[in-house]
């Protein structure tokens, strides 16, 4: 289920404009407007929750999707060989800003840890 007021939901229903580079009847794909990573894609469910926790208790297989959808997305980008990082923020502790779940797929340049 969509909110009204969320950017996310807003994009997921092409309201409001977004690079898209994937999509599939549950996802959507598109390059985060700030990247952090010369590949930097967000992948969201085209329903709303919160945060991956949410997600996994109310939809089983969801999370699964994701997951799939963001390495077809890093292997569309050509950033699988070299290696790739998914990360679902979950709160604003941890930099979440945007409360609809989101896995950043980030590639295409060496990755340290720990992140932060």
């Known amino acids: 289920m969509a909110q009204d007021d ?5 994009i997921a229903k ?3 404009p977004a690079e898209i580079v994937r999509e599939s009847e549950r996802t959507v794909a598109f390059r985060d407007i700030n ?3 010369p590949t930097h894609v967000l992948v969201i469910p085209r329903d ?10 109310a939809d089983a297989g969801l999370l699964d999707e994701i997951v799939r959808e963001a390495h077809e ?3 569309e980008e ?4 070299l290696g790739y990082r998914l990360v679902f923020n979950t709160g604003s502790g941890a930099g979440q800003t945007v ?3 989101h896995g950043h ?4 340049r060496g990755m340290e840890w720990p992140p932060g």
């Not at 969320?6 to 807003?10: A, E, P, Y």
């Not at 797929?105 to 295409?108: A, E, P, S």
């Open 48 to 57: 709303h929750y919160p945060n991956a926790a949410e997600a996994a208790a």
């Open 78 to 81: 050509g950033v699988v060989d």
């Open 35 to 37: 990247p952090q990573a």
């Open 105 to 108: 797929v980030l590639g295409g």
């Open 14 to 16: 092409g309201e409001v």
């Open 6 to 10: 969320c950017l996310f939901c807003k």
């Open 99 to 101: 409360f609809h779940l």
């Open 73 to 75: 997305v890093a292997a």
